[in-house]
T-cell receptor, first 116, second 109 residues
């Protein structure tokens, strides 16, 4: 199994440009999520999905869109990049979200994004 | 005040020392996670626990639900243990995690 994969590893954008960060997992996990990691702050949840066709907002969703057309893929779209979106982005997955359950999270290697 | 607080923020140790990293949380949880982030950036799950104690090699994680506190211990520390250690909690409503800011550990030879 490849686990959780993310592309690209590095990206530089100009303000106003759009792009999509790719995330895929081959573990048949229902739950997938996107986090951003900034210096001096813990990982913060951007968007998450509990299954194909179902997505919801996390703590910091503004400026980002997601979709979940398949179990495997969960792309994150930046609509109009801003310098405040300079960050390291991590995709994660786990087997299920179910009420009262808790599951090990598997993280992708991260995408380092710089917006000029 | 953050829902998950870690201490210390930075920790420098000599090889062989016993290390403790602390995590306190202020919300109800279904589980607490300890994660490790290496200098290359990758994040791996070390432990997931909801009570008591877990051990894996030189790593030990404990949790006191009543006191809302967890500790991660590293015995006989080694330079390869140098990493950021992150505490996170799962809320009872599901798998969404709330993270601490992390503890940067440096183990010198």
């Amino acid at each position: 199994n490849a686990g959780v994969t993310q592309t690209p590893k590095f990206q530089v954008l100009k303000t106003g440009q759009s792009m999509t960060l790719q995330c895929a997992q081959d573990m048949n996990h229902e739950y997938m999520s996107w986090y951003r990691q900034d210096p001096g702050m813990g990982l913060r949840l951007i968007h998450y999905s509990v299954g194909a066709g179902i997505t919801d907002q996390g703590e910091v969703p503004n400026g980002y869109n997601v979709s979940r057309s398949t179990t495997e893929d969960f792309p994150l779209r930046l609509l109009s990049a801003a310098p405040s979106q300079t960050s390291v982005y991590f995709c994660a997955s786990s087997y299920s979200i179910g009420l009262g359950t808790y599951n090990e999270q598997f993280f992708g290697p991260g995408t380092r994004l710089t917006v000029l | 005040k953050n829902e998950v607080e870690q201490s210390p923020q930075n920790l420098t140790a000599q090889e062989g020392e016993f290390i403790t990293i602390n995590c306190s949380y202020s919300v109800g949880i279904s589980a607490l996670h300890w994660l490790q982030q290496h200098p290359g950036g990758g994040i791996v799950s070390l432990f997931m626990l909801s009570s008591g104690k877990k051990k894996h090699g030189r790593l030990i994680a404990t949790i006191n639900i009543q006191e809302k506190h967890s500790s991660l211990h590293i015995t006989a520390s080694h330079p390869r243990d140098s990493a950021v250690y992150i505490c996170a909690v799962s809320r009872p409503s599901g798998s969404r995690l709330t993270f601490g800011e992390g503890t940067q550990l440096t183990v010198n030879p």
